[in-house]
Each structure stands twice: as C-alpha cells, then as structure tokens.
C-alpha cells in the first residue's frame, strides 16, 4: 500500500529559515519575516550577548532560538570538554530566557566531524545545520545531526518559482540559511531579502516552520510503526501525522495521533 506522508494541514512543502550569530540585523529580517508569514531559527552565542533579556523575548517571539556554541569555537578544533561547555552553556542560558527546552544548533564557522556529532547526541541536540548547500529542494536529512540546507539565502531565489510551481504529492523541504548582516555588507540586499520574502510567503500550500518543528515533524514520520500487513499504523511518537494513500487522489487525507493505531482504509473495489 503507498502510504503519501504530508506536513501539518495536507500540505507537502515547508519552508524553514537558519540565521547564525544573533545579531542586530536580525531586528530587521524578523519583521521582513513577521510581515510575510514566515518562521525562522537564530543561532545565538550566549557568552556574546548583543541584546538584554528582556529585548531577546521581544525580538525572538514566535521564532526558534538555537544553540551556536558560547564563544563561536570551531567545534572540531577544540577538546571534549570545551564542546560540551560550548554547547552546554547555550542551552542553559537560552532555555533560562526563552524557556522550554533547547536542543538545536547550527554549527560555528560550518565546523563539524563525527566526532563533534557524538559529542552533540550526548549533550542533548535533537539536530545540527551544517553550511553545506545541497542546491536541491527534498525532504529529511539522513542524519539531522549533518543537516545540510538547501542554500544560503543569496541562492535562494533560483529556487523559488520551482519550489513554487511544483504540483507533484511528494514533501519537499526548502531550507534556507545565512546572515542577517551580510546585506549590510553587500551579499545581495535589503531589498532583496524583501523580495524573497514576499514570493515566499504568505501560500496556503506551504507548512511555514522552524527547524525544531521541522526535525521533530519528520522524526515523528520515521518513528512510525506499521503492522506486518501493512494495514494499521501507530504512532508511538508525541505529534500528530498527516498522510493519505495512494488511491484516494488530491482529498483524502488522514491523520494518526500520538499514541493512536489506526486502521487504513480499504481501496475501491474498482481498484
């Protein structure tokens, strides 16, 4: 039975935003974001501190901020102990602030190696974004602890119409990452980024998420457990699932709850 796995509200694309560094452009590129409809991850340095408490609450709302390591130290240069610091101290600091837990990374200066990914697993990290562009829209990382995105932003808009204008019922994931300083310093514009924005927002067809929603999404898709026949599915995961099976064309969709096995619809019998 082919069983099409959807993101939340029957949609099959998603649209995820990665800004490093935490700096005070991204006051500028949140309300770009905010304006259009858009959700985004900033990677903060929580021993860099640019902004108070109370002004890190307001400018984040409705965001995602992640780990980015206390100092910015190039994760596969340093000792254990110093990682497990670095990233530690971001986590403690950033769920004191913004409560919750924190559990995501993007890796400083793009430095990452088996080694440093151990090392992430025990400290806790549910995923780590890499700076390798794979130029191509698809859908789960094999490894979330080396989640290449799909480019940085200056790239982006090559992409977009074909993101856009694709009609097939496949998930596809769009991930975009960058510096909210780099218009400043003439890697594309401001202008640009607006313009970005605006082609990409706003779309009912589109699952606007962080990278956190994102992860645990697809993680909750891999975790399913289907009977020998192929006829029931549970769901031994915390998040709801959307889906719907091959026959059933561009209406059917279905969902399994956590903790619920449901049972598959039979195929018309014309089929």
Not at 111 to 120: G, H, T
Not at 206 to 231: H, M, P, Q
């Amino acid at each position: 039975m082919r069983v099409l796995f959807m993101y939340p509200g029957t949609k099959f694309k998603a649209l995820t935003f990665s800004f490093d560094d935490g700096v005070k452009q991204d006051v500028k590129l949140i309300d770009i974001f905010n304006r259009n409809g858009l959700k985004g991850t900033f990677n903060l340095n929580s021993g860099i501190p640019r902004f108070s408490k109370e002004e890190l609450q307001a400018i984040y709302a409705g965001h995602e901020v992640a780990c980015h390591g206390e100092f910015h130290l190039s994760c596969d240069q340093i000792p254990r102990d110093v990682l497990m610091r670095e990233v530690w101290r971001d986590r403690e600091v950033f769920e004191e602030i913004f409560g919750g837990v924190v559990t995501g990374l993007a890796y400083p200066n793009g430095s990452f190696s088996p080694r440093v990914m151990e090392i992430l697993d025990a400290c806790g990290i549910e995923y780590a974004r890499t700076t390798i562009a794979t130029g191509r829209i698809k859908n789960a990382p094999e490894d979330f602890l080396a989640w290449h995105p799909t480019c940085h932003y200056r790239d982006a808009m090559d992409l977009v119409d074909g993101f856009l204008n694709e009609a097939r019922p496949v998930q596809q994931l769009f991930y975009i990452w960058g510096h909210s300083y780099e218009p400043d310093r003439g890697v594309k514009d401001w202008q640009y980024m607006e313009d970005l924005a605006a082609k990409l927002g706003n779309h009912d067809d589109i699952w606007y998420a962080t990278n956190i929603e994102v992860c645990r999404y697809l993680k909750a898709i891999r975790s399913l457990k289907f009977s020998a026949d192929g006829r029931k599915v549970y769901n031994p995961s915390c998040q709801t699932v959307w889906f719907r099976v091959g026959w059933e064309g561009v209406t059917g969709a279905h969902t399994v709850a956590p903790g619920e096995t449901f049972e598959l619809p039979e195929p018309p019998e014309t089929l």
